[in-house]
């Protein structure tokens, strides 16, 4: 058996048909993509073109939402985002929303979930292992930190429910270069652990950094998808549909 066919065989997220609404606004036509067990695969595009919108779809926060998406081989189409979290699903948004008035640990304490058979469990110690800095500021409030801080602690009480799959929205966009690396560090520490990563993402770079596969959302439709080592050598999809 090849190695595609069997992380097909072991998907933990299977999207397909999904379209998504804003309003009147058609954002998603008929998405279709799929993430294996401790892969990473990178959701990429241009400003505007989706992948938020098909993060937030998949993890229910969208009022608007048709297509099916399936995680661990259930249908969690219609289910509610803290039962898709309660079934192993994490996300870090774009916009952070760490708890300004709680400090680093208390943070982290509000993410914590039960251990789950076959996930990695996490704990304070072990992530702050992995991101030195928030050890050196277990007492800090989260509206006191940096932007790259913050993300790291957005990250690490994501974790704290011991995920079987993380969405990844935009972790480089915003942070200094040393935070980016850590980042990218981190992805390829879960990624060794076994975790499943689907990654938005715009920095090429930074995407083949860390990522095994590769699709190409533009305007909301999926125009591109091969592993990450094609999309990197195919110079008119990169300009087609990533170059600003």
Not at 78 to 97: N, T, Y
Request: no cysteine.
């Amino acid at each position: 058996m090849s190695a595609s066919t069997q992380q097909q065989g072991e998907a933990l997220l299977k999207v397909s048909g999904l379209n998504a609404f804003y309003g009147r606004a058609h954002i998603l036509f008929d998405v279709a993509l799929e993430v294996g067990r401790g892969e990473v695969v990178a959701l990429m595009g241009r400003n505007g073109a989706g992948k938020s919108t098909t993060m937030k779809s998949i993890m229910g926060l969208l009022d608007r939402a048709q297509g099916k998406v399936e995680f661990r081989g259930s249908d969690i189409s219609r289910a509610k985002p803290f039962q898709i979290s309660r079934m192993g699903m994490g996300f870090v948004p774009e916009d952070r929303r760490v708890f300004a008035d709680l400090s680093v640990m208390e943070n982290l304490e509000v993410g914590r979930q039960p251990a789950r058979e076959g996930a990695v469990e996490w704990t304070p110690d072990k992530l702050f292992k992995l991101f030195p800095n928030l050890g050196e500021m277990p007492d800090r409030p989260g509206g006191q930190m940096s932007g790259g801080e913050q993300q790291m602690l957005t990250v690490s009480r994501t974790l704290m429910g011991n995920p079987y799959l993380v969405l990844l929205d935009e972790p480089s966009e915003g942070v200094a270069p040393v935070i980016v690396e850590q980042m990218a560090n981190m992805i390829m520490t879960l990624k060794r652990e076994g975790m499943a990563i689907l990654l938005s993402e715009q920095n090429l770079h930074f995407a083949e950094l860390v990522s095994d596969r590769a699709y190409v959302l533009e305007n909301g439709h999926i125009r591109y998808q091969g592993s990450m080592a094609q999309l990197a050598a195919d110079e008119e999809v990169r300009r087609n549909y990533l170059s600003v």
